[in-house]
């Protein structure tokens, strides 16, 4: 899971305790108490062995294994990570929406030059089809845990952060902050102008109406592409249009 770093990606570490941590060119976080939405918190030692589908999954990716704490963290041991309840290092949810089990994994490569780390997911309609949810890059990725519903899912690159940017499954690939139907979402900007809602997903199209800094509306479509995407939304007093993800805004208009 591109489980980011919070120096790289804007995490805020948390004097109260354990991790969780956090790449789309505008980087959103949620933000969640450290008790809840943790990927192992159910799972207590001894722990299973790894999903059946995940094992045969990596047998295609040459060099590629799970994550190993006492040989490629440097940071933390897997006692540690089990007391947080980031362990094991994967997660078993229905990530596409087909109402079966899949699964999501902080893996390794290791190399001569060095270790690489990522997260991948099997989904249970093609289990011997490996989808990167975050590439292999050489920031270590601590575990994961699932953000703001079941189907996303926060890679620790920082364990003691209160923020992390979670991914969804989104038909074609993982993306960063994509929201869902039906899902609630504050849209500002940083000078807290009034902001348009389009007639249709285009920035050239006619705005049909505008509506105050830090609204909170609800997504009713997806439009766009993983590089710009644009959501139908309704106002709280009915007024509806499309926004793009760039003026989604949680974390600006927060409290």
């Known amino acids: ?45 001894p722990a299973a062995p790894p999903p059946a589908a995940l094992v045969e999954a990596l047998k295609a990716e040459p060099g590629v294994r799970l994550l190993v704490p006492a040989t490629d963290l440097r940071e933390y041991s897997e006692a540690e990570l089990r007391k947080f309840g980031y362990w094991p290092p994967w997660l ?18 290791p190399s001569p030059a060095g270790t690489e780390y990522g997260v991948v997911a099997i989904h249970a309609q093609a289990p011997r089809s490996v989808e990167w949810v975050v590439p292999l890059d050489t920031e270590p990725i601590n575990g994961g845990t699932q953000g703001p519903a079941p189907d996303t899912v926060v890679p620790l690159f920082c364990v003691a952060c209160d ?15 994509l929201y869902a139907a039906g899902e609630k979402i504050d849209i500002g ?11 249709s997903a285009n920035l050239a199209s006619k705005p049909v109406t505008t509506v105050p800094h ?22 709280p007093d009915g007024q509806r249009g499309w926004v793009s993800d760039k003026v989604t805004a949680p974390d600006i208009c927060v409290g």
């Open 1 to 45: 899971m591109d489980f980011g770093h919070g120096d790289r990606l804007g995490g805020k570490r948390s004097r109260d305790g354990p991790p969780v941590g956090s790449p789309k060119a505008r980087v959103t976080f949620f933000v969640f108490p450290f008790s809840l939405f943790l990927f192992g918190a159910v799972q207590q030692p």
């Open 92 to 109: 078993v949810r229905d990530l596409d929406g087909d109402k079966q089990a899949d699964v999501a994994a902080v893996v390794v490569k």
């Open 163 to 177: 923020a992390g940017l979670w991914f969804r499954w989104s038909g074609e690939e993982y993306e960063t902050t």
């Open 189 to 199: 900007s940083e000078t807290q102008a009034d902001l348009p809602l389009y007639s």
């Open 214 to 235: 830090c609204t909170t509306v609800v997504v009713q479509k997806l439009g766009g592409t993983p590089d710009l995407r644009w959501y139908f939304v309704e106002t």
